[in-house]
């Protein structure tokens, strides 16, 4: 069992919305996995989770004008 970096808790599997707020628009990722405590809902993302949140902020952002929500995908596009 995992337990939480800021409160102690349990830290369980979940998913959760993700969002990115840049000077020219608002990234929204759905139902990313992680890791979210039970007691302070502190979320923690694995080293391949963070890295395709990257991927995709930076594919979304660079065509968009405002608002983008996007659904988690494992895979790159």
């Known amino acids: 069992m995992n ?3 800021h409160c102690k808790g349990c830290v369980e599997p979940s998913t959760r919305t ?5 000077d020219k628009c608002i990234v929204i990722i759905r139902n990313v996995p992680c890791m979210e405590c039970t007691q302070c809902g502190e979320a923690y993302y694995s080293d391949e ?3 395709r ?3 995709i902020v930076k594919t979304v952002s660079s065509v968009m004008t ?3 929500v996007v659904e988690y995908s494992g895979s790159a596009a």
Request: glycine share 0%; with cysteine.
């Open 53 to 55: 949140l990257d991927e």
């Open 66 to 68: 405002e608002i983008a």
């Open 49 to 51: 989770v963070q890295k």
């Open 3 to 5: 337990t939480c970096f």
């Open 18 to 22: 993700h969002v990115v707020d840049l």
